[in-house]
T-cell receptor
Framework: DQQVKQNSPSLSVQEGRISILNCDYT??????FLWYKKYPAEGPTFLIS?????DKNEDGRFTVFLNKSAKHLSLHIVPSQPGDSAVYFC??????????????FGKGTLLTVNP | NAGVMQNPRHLVRRRGQEARLRCSPM?????VYWYRQLPEEGLKFMVY????????ESGMPKERFSAEFPKEGPSILRIQQVVRGDSAAYFC????????????FGQGTRLTVV
């Protein structure tokens, strides 16, 4: 049972345009959400996070939006750069629960930014 | 400031052999987590350890898999009698005390069982 879903296995955008990566979740206990970026043969690198008490968090070119009622979050990258090409994982945890350390990951979306 | 160090990066084992994967957490981090990524899948939680304690092993297969984080030395994920289905990337992450919801990942060990 996939509790975190990234329904787009891949996304291709032009350099300078906006990249929008989507993520849906089913577990209403999740209250903290993270995006990780992963290059081939490397480990995931933390990118940005958002708590369920917020609906938006911004860090430079990266913005994460959370819609709790829809159980949906998205990562916006603008402007997109070729170096952003990587697999992006959405992850969630239940910080208010007893297992706040446990991250549940989606399957990832491969982003390709074309020069 | 070294990150999370995992070794080996690549490990090839024949069916039935044992695999030992090592993880040294970041300096100052006393919490270690192991995740497994099967082909075409996301990372799946396996186990959470603190020094000399297994806190949560709910994601570990019941047989053949074990993990430890001794007082001295790295954390070890041990897989006995490996099978082809164990082929995967195994990632270790660490976090400091009181901040265990944002973990830093190592580069992973890619295990191939032939």
């Amino acid at each position: 049972d996939q509790q975190v879903k990234q329904n787009s296995p891949s996304l291709s955008v032009q350099e300078g345009r906006i990249s929008i990566l989507n993520c849906d979740y089913t577990n209403s206990m999740f209250d903290y959400f993270l995006w990780y970026k992963k290059y081939p043969a490397e480990g995931p690198t933390f990118l940005i996070s958002i708590s369920s008490i917020k609906d938006k968090n911004e860090d430079g070119r990266f913005t994460v939006f959370l819609n709790k009622s829809a159980k949906h979050l998205s990562l916006h990258i603008v402007p997109s750069q070729p170096g952003d090409s990587a697999v992006y994982f959405c992850a969630a945890s239940a910080r208010g629960g007893g297992s706040n350390y446990k991250l549940t990951f989606g399957k990832g979306t491969l982003l390709t930014v074309n020069p | 400031n070294a990150g999370v160090m995992q070794n080996p990066r690549h490990l090839v084992r024949r069916r039935g052999q044992e695999a030992r994967l090592r993880c040294s957490p970041m300096k100052g981090h006393s919490h270690v987590y192991w995740y497994r990524q099967l082909p075409e899948e996301g990372l799946k939680f396996m186990v959470y350890l603190q020094k000399e304690n297994i806190i949560d092993e709910s994601g570990m297969p019941k047989e053949r898999f074990s993990a430890e984080f001794p007082k001295e030395g790295p954390s070890i994920l041990r897989i006995q009698q490996v099978v082809r289905g164990d082929s995967a990337a195994y990632f270790c992450a660490s976090s400091p005390p009181n901040q265990n919801y944002e973990a830093f990942f190592g580069q992973g060990t890619r295990l191939t069982v032939v």
